[in-house]
């Protein structure tokens, strides 16, 4: 399935949507969880908002 | 330490608690987070062009002084 | 050389290295000249937005199992074209192809959010009909910035024609203004309590960064608090709520027990509330403003809608119905609807061709008006504000030439050739192949493409060959293109 997706990049927070069709002429907006993928540091899971670039020493 | 009766002290000092001033905000965000050099980094280009018309010019005074 | 961290984790480590995150980048975007420096390795404002857009497109790929490489990204209606332009290159840099980025303004996709969700549950109860035209203001107060803009929203059957009327000037008031005036409260106190002055209080920037960062994060945990206890506790004569806390090892090894109630807090964001307040920004003049571009009223405006976090704080909320003396609409979450908006613009860009029914069309418009400006003349306009995008124009012989190798173009930006706030955008420099006669016109066409970006051409009028293309981040000179 095509994602259709939209990108708040905000000052503080971003949020993405994607939108995919259902039925009838409907569109269903979903709000999408953001995880940074596992690293050296351990594994990260980001509720929804990612805000701030975090350099790890 | 929590002794202090606030109530009755920022009725008699309401300028000093929230008279608070735009520099002090600027200077306050400043604060946050990791230092930002604020600076031109691409100066030495900048002041070439004040004082010289020609990119022909200018790049040569760039090439001369980098 | 440190790992990079991305998200709510780098968030919780504003306390822990505090000196180490990089806040508020947006702030800074499409300016070249703010860097910040960790280790060694630099960032500049486009670096981080490309990481924060490239952790978005990574998640989504790995949520779909497919390739994504098209988005629609909101920036604020006030963005100028060189923040667009440095966003969509962040976005490029990130694995987003250019053709497939579309950008539109935040209130605009908040206002196709609350269309779309009023239309979804029309067959139950309406609250704001949109069966006729309206105009509506939104107003967005999210971490940084304060935008307003005032659109004419039409909905004809399935289609939704959205009309820009006039947007305010960019305008850097947000969250962290907030915090910092409760930060500077919380100092006050603690300079009561430990009988010193906080203004002089000796210690070296690293300390100062510890205590702004640790109580900004406190203010913000009050906020919270107060949001989340006071919801219907409004008015004079409500009861307060008290956030407290005990910082440890705050100052010389001292710690810092203090509290705060919401009156208190209320009382310290008042500057940022009200109409000409003695900071010189607040969240009133850039409705002002936006009312008088648009040569409105604000009794002419049929909705308000607000977006944007801190629009879900009570108090700010109050401001604003103060003002226009009426409810506004806002959502029990205001934070995802420019998100929700901009997808759902995504998917109905995409797939016009197929469908007949439920087109969104958009006219977005220029914020400020833009101006030519030659060294020694007054600037002339090239582009007025509320001109609709996308537009071009041919100036023919519009300034001439007073030197014989070349002409500096300066391209500046606001209210009139008064603005004490007019913004110098770019420099640019159209040098001569062959030598030209001083006095010779030069020509200029002017494009904004529907992302609003700003391209210039100039040329020696009749003479096609001695010609810049001043697209912003082509043939710039300045800017170590």
């Given at each position: ?57 | 330490?929590m002794?202090?009766?606030w ?60 | ?188 106190k ?52 008290v956030y407290r806390n ?11 027990e203090f509290e705060i109630s ?220």
């Open positions: 399935m095509k994602p259709y997706i939209g990108i708040d990049l905000g000052t503080t927070n971003t949020v993405v949507a994607c939108a995919d069709y259902i039925e009838d002429g409907n569109v269903k907006i979903d709000i999408l969880d953001i995880e940074q993928i596992s690293d050296r540091c351990g594994s990260i899971t980001v509720k929804k908002n990612v805000a701030v670039l975090h350099l790890c020493g | 330490m002794a202090v009766n109530r009755a002290l920022l009725q008699e000092n309401r300028d000093l608690f929230f008279n608070i001033h735009n520099e002090e905000i600027k200077e306050g965000k400043g604060y946050l987070g990791a230092a930002a050099n604020a600076e031109k980094v691409e100066s030495v280009k900048e002041q070439v062009f004040e004082y010289y018309i020609s990119d022909v010019n200018a790049r040569l005074i760039y090439e001369k002084n980098a | 050389m440190g790992h990079e961290f991305i998200g709510q984790l780098a968030k919780n480590m504003k306390n822990v290295e505090y000196d180490r995150v990089i806040y508020n980048s947006k702030n800074y975007i499409g300016n070249r000249n703010h860097v910040w420096q960790i280790d060694n390795k630099k960032y500049t404002p486009e670096d981080v937005a490309e990481k924060i857009l490239s952790v978005a497109k990574a998640n989504v790929e790995r949520f779909y199992g497919e390739r994504v490489d098209g988005a629609v990204i909101t920036v604020p209606a006030s963005f100028n074209h060189d923040q667009i332009e440095s966003t969509k290159n962040a976005a490029k840099s990130a694995g987003f192809l250019e053709d497939r980025l579309i950008f539109i303004s935040e209130p605009t996709a908040a206002l196709l959010d609350l269309i779309y969700e009023e239309k979804l549950s029309d067959k139950r109860n309406t609250i704001h009909d949109f069966s006729k035209p309206k105009k509506v203001l939104v107003f967005d107060l999210g971490g940084g910035t304060c935008d307003v803009s005032i659109m004419n929203v039409e909905i004809n059957g399935d289609d939704y024609k959205v009309e820009e009327l006039a947007i305010s000037p960019h305008t850097q008031l947000g969250g962290v203004d907030f915090d910092i005036c409760g930060v500077l409260y919380l100092l006050h603690y300079s009561i309590l430990n009988d010193i002055d906080h203004k002089r209080m000796p210690h070296h920037v690293d300390v100062k960064r510890y205590i702004f960062s640790v109580l900004s994060l406190e203010i913000e945990k009050a906020r919270i608090m107060f949001s989340s206890l006071s919801s219907g506790l409004t008015g004079e004569g409500y009861g307060d709520v005990s910082l440890e090892n705050f100052y010389t090894g001292q710690s810092f919401k009156k208190e807090y209320d009382e310290c964001i008042k500057p940022l509330l009200t109409k000409g307040g003695n900071l010189g920004f607040n969240i009133i003049d850039p409705i002002i403003d936006t009312l008088n571009k648009a040569n409105l009223g604000k009794e002419d405006i049929d909705e308000v809608f607000l977006v944007g976090g801190m629009t879900a704080y009570s108090t700010v909320r109050e401001a604003i119905e103060n003002f226009f003396g009426k409810k506004t609409i806002s959502y029990l979450d205001p934070m995802y609807s420019v998100a929700k908006g901009a997808a759902l613009y995504n998917y109905y860009n995409e797939n016009k061709k197929k469908i007949e029914k439920g087109k969104i069309i958009i006219y977005p418009v220029v914020a400020e008006n833009i101006y030519l400006d030659v060294k020694n003349n007054l600037p002339v306009l090239l582009v007025s504000q509320g001109t609709k995008a996308p537009y071009e124009k041919v100036h023919e012989g519009i300034v001439k030439v007073d030197n014989a190798t070349g002409i500096k173009l300066d391209i500046l930006s606001g209210k009139s050739i008064y603005d004490p706030k007019m913004k110098r955008l770019k420099s640019v420099q159209l040098t001569f192949t062959d030598i030209i006669k001083p006095g010779t016109p030069i020509s200029i066409k002017v494009t904004f493409d529907k992302n609003r970006i700003l391209h210039l051409e100039a040329w020696v009028t009749g003479n096609f060959k001695q010609r810049i293309d001043v697209t912003f981040d082509k043939e710039v000179l300045y800017d170590g293109c």
